[in-house]
Structure formats: structure tokens, C-alpha cells
């Protein structure tokens, strides 16, 4: 045994987490000795009684031909692993403060390889924040973007379905084991991911999953990508944790506006007035990267597309009030009679479908 294989060992056994890992992994250079080690060596290790005691009883569990199970199970369930001493692991992953000693997979796994945009947002969206979500990932995914995300109710699963929609396709990482589908009724989205993209997850099978695992797997979303785009979040959620860690190691976060008066675009709001970059249209995010890849220097985004969907009647009366003149956003409040967090949503939503610009002071008029 190996230590690559030593690892996939140990990372099965339970009372072995991260930072057990992280200890073993510098204190000793021969992984596979570890399986021979008395109660007293592991003590010795500086564990304490208590975890010592379970994970030498959790290695004398691994009996002979237990590696060899476990590998054959994966097999068969057509998963991989990569360990984070492989060459082909994920660099920027790697260059994090926690990177998962083993990422297991579905998929197409050279997915981590390309550039990486992570979306995220809030599990109960409006019908805004899912259409902005869908439609920014299906626009940088046909730029060749990777479109990283939870596979969560609501805005990750409209960021999943609009990556699919182009040659960037979609990675989706988990909170709990690789073989598991949460929510259940992403199942169907989860085989498609599979299929066409790639599914991640730090947690073995036979993981019993927890709320805790969640957080967990949301600095693995930050990590794999170049930025994390923030579509519709209250100011207490884990779109805020994925944001804060892609800070913290130095990626950029990017934001979606929303109403004023919506609790679901306060997250968003917030990093705003921290310096998150305002997103519109997904050439907001494309020309942060032009100089870094090379192939987007010649990328233009399409926006027929949206241009030739219809708008809606309350879309059409603000166009109609803007093909006049130039206006502030108080003489649209006025002429519609729409509330403010109502219209504000709805400027937005003509913002990013270019239908109308905005102009220095808060000034709307149609292009």
C-alpha cells in the first residue's frame, strides 16, 4: 500500500477528519505505517484518549481486503478519486487554506481545469432572481466558463441548467456523500450534471449526512473558481459564507442588484457597498478576464437573444415611458404607479435584457 492509497484508507475511517489528516500528513512521512500503530503511538501523535482510542479501533475494522472492497464499490459505481498530492487536482483548489486531501467524482473531471465562474444565491428565488441566475451562467458558460455551484434548491439549480446550456458546462459539489442527491428532486438534474458536467464531493460513500457538511463544501466552490457571482441573498446565508471565502483567498466576488425593499437582495446589496462588482449582463464578468485568457480578447457577447424576448406588459409601459424622454426614477414612479421596490426590479430586469440603459444620476432611457 502506497500512500496515495494509505490516504484513501484513512480518510474512511472514522475520527479521521481534516485536520487529523493534516497532522498525520506531517508527522508521518509513511502514511501506510499508521495501520500498524498500538492505542499509545496514536496517543503518543498528541490525539486524545478518546479519538486515539476510536481510530485504532476504526484501523483494526479495516481488515485485509477491506482496501480492496472499498476501491471495487467505486468502481462499480462508476466514481473517482483524486488525492491533493495528484498531478491532475485542481491548482487553485490546492492553493487554499483547507484543500480536501480527496475530491471523489462523477463526470468529466478535467472540468476543474477550465476557467471557473461560481454562482450561488438563496433557495427561494423570485422569478427574477432564477431568470438573472439561468441566464447569466448560460452566457458565460457558451464564453467557455465553468459554472460552478451546490446543486441547492433555487438559484444553484438555475445556475446548474444555464451552464449546461453551453459548451462550458457545469460542476456541481456537494454537501454530503457522492453518491447522495440532496434535494431529492434534483435527481434527474444531478444524473444530467453527471453526464454532461461533473459531480464533486469531499465526502466518501457511506457518509451520514448533517447540516454541518453544507457549510463545508461551500469554501470547495470558492476555491475551484476565479470568482463567485452572488444572485439573490439574504444577509444571513451561506451565499455570504461562499463570498467572504473567495475573498479570503484573494478570488473576486461579483453581485447581482435587486429591489432595495427585497429581503433576498440584501446580501447582494451588501457586498456591493463592500466593493463587489456590479453585474448587469454577463460581459460584466467576461472583461475582468480578457488580459488573463487569452480567448476571450476576441469575445463579444451576443445579446440578441434577450433583446428579441418579449418583454412583458410591465416591462413595455416603463419602455414606452422611456422612448419619450430620459427620465429619473421618480417620474417612472409616478407615471406607472408601480411601488418603488416593484419598479426598481423591473429596471433591472430591462438593465440586464439591454432594453434600457442607465445613465450618470440614476437617469433611465431606452439605447
Keep these: 500500500m502506497n500512500n496515495r492509497y494509505a490516504l484513501f484508507a484513512l480518510h474512511h475511517i472514522p475520527g479521521i ?62 466514481i473517482g478519486w483524486m488525492t491533493v498530492g495528484d498531478p491532475d487536482y485542481p491548482e487553485l483548489l490546492k492553493e487554499t ?103 464533486l464531493s469531499e465526502y466518501p460513500i457511506g457518509t451520514k449526512g448533517h447540516p454541518g457538511l453544507f457549510p463545508q463544501r461551500n469554501r470547495i466552490i470558492a476555491g475551484l473558481s476565479l470568482g463567485v457571482l452572488v444572485v439573490e441573498a439574504a444577509l444571513r446565508s451561506g451565499s455570504l459564507i461562499t463570498a467572504d471565502q473567495a475573498l479570503e483567498e484573494s478570488r473576486d466576488v461579483f453581485a447581482v442588484p435587486g429591489p432595495i425593499s427585497s429581503p433576498k437582495s440584501q446580501g447582494a446589496l451588501s457586498l456591493l457597498k463592500q466593493g463587489a462588482k456590479l453585474v448587469t449582463s454577463a460581459e460584466d464578468i467576461v472583461d475582468e478576464y480578457r488580459e488573463r485568457i487569452a480567448w476571450l480578447q476576441n469575445v463579444h457577447i451576443n445579446n440578441d437573444s434577450q433583446m428579441k424576448k418579449p418583454a412583458t406588459r410591465e416591462e413595455q409601459i416603463i419602455i414606452d415611458l422611456l422612448t419619450c424622454r430620459s427620465m429619473s426614477i421618480d417620474e417612472p414612479l409616478v407615471e406607472s404607479q408601480y411601488t418603488f421596490g416593484h419598479l426598481h426590479s423591473v429596471l433591472i430586469n430591462l438593465l440586464m435584457m439591454r432594453r434600457i440603459v442607465e445613465l450618470p444620476g440614476s437617469v433611465y432611457t431606452v439605447p
Design 97 to 199: 487554506a483547507q484543500p480536501p486531501w480527496i475530491l471523489y467524482y462523477r463526470g468529466h473531471f478535467a472540468l476543474t481545469k477550465e476557467p471557473c465562474i461560481a454562482v450561488v444565491g438563496t433557495r427561494t428565488p423570485t422569478a427574477y432572481g432564477k431568470t438573472a441566475a439561468e441566464g447569466l451562467s448560460r452566457a458565460l458558460s457558451e464564453c467557455r466558463f465553468t459554472i460552478v455551484s451546490g446543486l441547492a434548491r433555487g438559484i444553484d439549480s438555475a445556475a446548474h441548467g444555464g451552464g449546461l446550456k453551453g459548451p462550458g458546462k457545469t460542476v456541481a459539489v456537494l454537501g454530503c456523500a457522492i453518491d447522495e442527491v440532496y434535494p431529492p428532486e434534483n435527481r434527474r438534474l444531478y444524473e444530467q450534471i453527471a453526464q454532461e458536467g461533473l459531480i
Design 17 to 78: 477528519g481534516w485536520k487529523s489528516l493534516e497532522r498525520l500528513m506531517a508527522l508521518v512521512p509513511e502514511l501506510e505505517t499508521v495501520f500498524d500503530y498500538s492505542a499509545k503511538e496514536w496517543l503518543d501523535l498528541g490525539f486524545t484518549p478518546s479519538r486515539a482510542e476510536t481510530i485504532y479501533r476504526g484501523l483494526q475494522a479495516f481488515g485485509p481486503g477491506e482496501l480492496e472492497a472499498r476501491l471495487k464499490l467505486y468502481e462499480d459505481k462508476g
